[in-house]
């Protein structure tokens, strides 16, 4: 099964709109040029690109460790012969469940922070200011005729009216996270390249540990960042936990593979936590998103947004009919 990858990840930034686009369109590759970094997370050189760029995958497990820490408590285990278990296994779990996810609609708290500000950034020394907002979150399902499934997320708020941003400080600016999943699709995994890493406990439950990267030259349609008028593709690496009983995704974290001097982006990390949730008048049980920490850095100090996701069920759209005057 293929799933579409049209789906949208948008980024807006304080100091005015910057859209990351996944998956839209098949334009060609642009090479970005680095500036000199010593950051595990991109390449060293000071000309290399995102194709060129060293993936911590490729540390020793102790300086990948150091890089994530999160992975602290993980038992190495160094057989590659698992991996190709845990990734087909994967891809089939996922082809069974997105089919039969309906609609649903949850609550969503939203959380941010900006640790500074410049006076000219969008909203001044305001946008520095932490701020909260809640919503009605929406994750919509559309079958479509080649039997593949596309999944698109809204907002709606308290009056059942869709979010509509204006950039402002207080927009939301995390878009599309929460199903990152479907980049272990069996279409999609020969975009990447994988390690198996081991074993490890992750929130009271057994998981495998596979990081991951995407290799540029085989990414069919990456994701952008766009700022303006300045659009620059830009491309994922990663740490996937995986469930040893039901190969259900509990944890991702996603990483730039390369920062993108260009646009100031020089870190976005995500970090998503799935939980099992049992959909009241639906004979079936989802692993959903339960938080999403997105942090990135553009420059002008770390930037901090979380997502809360809590009473998911089933949305149906209501029709009502009116009668001519």
């Known amino acids: 099964m293929r799933v579409p990858r049209g789906h949208m990840v948008d980024w807006l930034s304080v100091a005015g709109s910057a859209v990351l686009l996944a998956g839209t369109s098949q334009l060609a590759l642009a090479q970005a040029e680095l500036g000199p970094t010593s950051s595990p997370f991109g390449s060293t050189s000071t000309t290399l690109g995102a194709q060129d760029a060293a993936p911590y995958l490729n540390l020793?497990?102790?300086?990948?460790?150091?890089?994530?820490?999160?992975?602290?408590?993980?038992?190495?285990?160094?057989?590659?012969?698992?991996?190709?278990?845990i990734l087909n296994r994967v891809a089939r779990h996922i082809a069974d469940v997105l089919p039969r996810l309906p609609d649903l609609i949850s609550r969503e708290d939203v959380y941010h922070s900006q640790s500074t500000a410049g006076a000219d950034a969008s909203g001044g020394l305001a946008a520095s200011q932490p701020w909260s907002r809640q919503f009605r979150y929406l994750l919509q399902c559309q079958r479509n005729p080649d039997g593949s499934t596309s999944i698109a997320e809204s907002r709606i708020d308290h009056a059942g009216k869709p979010v509509q941003e204006d950039g402002?400080?207080?927009?939301?600016?995390?878009?599309?996270?929460?199903?990152q999943w479907l980049f272990f699709t069996a279409a999609n995994q020969p975009e990447f390249h994988f390690r198996y890493l081991g074993q490890q406990e992750k929130d009271g439950r057994k998981a495998y540990v596979v990081a991951f990267a995407q290799e540029p030259k085989k990414v069919r349609a990456p994701a952008f960042f766009q700022v303006d008028t300045k659009r620059v593709p830009f491309y994922?690496?990663?740490?996937?936990?995986?469930?040893?009983?039901?190969?259900?995704?509990?944890?991702?974290?996603?990483?730039?593979?390369?920062?993108?001097p260009q646009v100031q982006l020089m870190q976005l990390?995500?970090?998503l936590t799935f939980r099992s949730v049992s959909i009241r008048g639906f004979d079936a049980v989802f692993w959903l998103p339960s938080e999403v920490d997105i942090s990135s850095d553009q420059g002008r100090g770390p930037s901090e947004e979380s997502h809360r996701y809590s009473d998911y069920h089933l949305f149906h759209v209501q029709a009502r009919i009116v009668a001519n005057p």
């Not at 020793?60 to 698992?82: C, F, H, M, S, T």
């Not at 402002?168 to 199903?179: D, K, L, M």
């Open 60 to 85: 020793p497990i102790q300086r990948l460790k150091a890089a994530v820490p999160a992975l602290n408590g993980i038992k190495y285990d160094n057989r590659e012969e698992q991996l190709p278990v």
């Open 168 to 179: 402002g400080f207080t927009s939301v600016r995390g878009y599309g996270f929460s199903y």
């Open 236 to 260: 994922y690496q990663g740490i996937l936990w995986v469930d040893q009983s039901s190969f259900d995704i509990i944890a991702l974290r996603t990483d730039l593979l390369a920062p993108l």
């Open 269 to 271: 990390t995500t970090e």
